[in-house]
């Protein structure tokens, strides 16, 4: 493999456990806290949640995104920071901690 090329894609650990535990529905808001490659954010938005708030520390993850976001359109916030402040990034995206019904980490 070339230095220049990139590894595969990550795969999230337990995607169908973890929609399903989470069970998505019209209006629901969740936060991605690893946004990484969007496996969980994409997987949420595709199975009804209403908005999804993406956040990582790396700006190479938040770039990926770009990628992809536009399928979701306003569904999808995307915010620079660590998850560590989650509550804070959820509410400067316009949802505050009453507001989301569920966290993926």
């Known amino acids: 493999m070339s ?9 999230p650990v337990l995607l169908t456990e973890v929609v399903a ?9 969740f ?3 690893t946004l990484g490659d969007g496996g969980y ?9 209403a908005r999804v708030i993406g956040v990582d520390r790396d ?5 990926r995104a770009q990628a992809w976001r536009g399928a979701f359109g306003d569904r999808l ?3 620079q920071g660590r998850f560590g402040a989650l509550d804070r990034h959820a509410a400067e995206a316009g949802a505050g901690p ?6 993926v980490l």
Do not use: S, W
């Open 59 to 63: 700006p190479e993850a938040l770039h």
């Open 77 to 79: 916030a995307l915010v």
């Open 3 to 11: 230095f220049m090329t990139r590894p595969p894609a990550h795969i």
């Open 31 to 33: 936060v991605d806290g």
């Open 41 to 49: 954010a994409r997987a949420l938005l595709d199975a009804g949640a």
């Open 21 to 29: 535990a989470l069970a998505p529905t019209d209006g629901a808001v």
């Open 98 to 103: 009453e507001a989301l019904d569920g966290v």
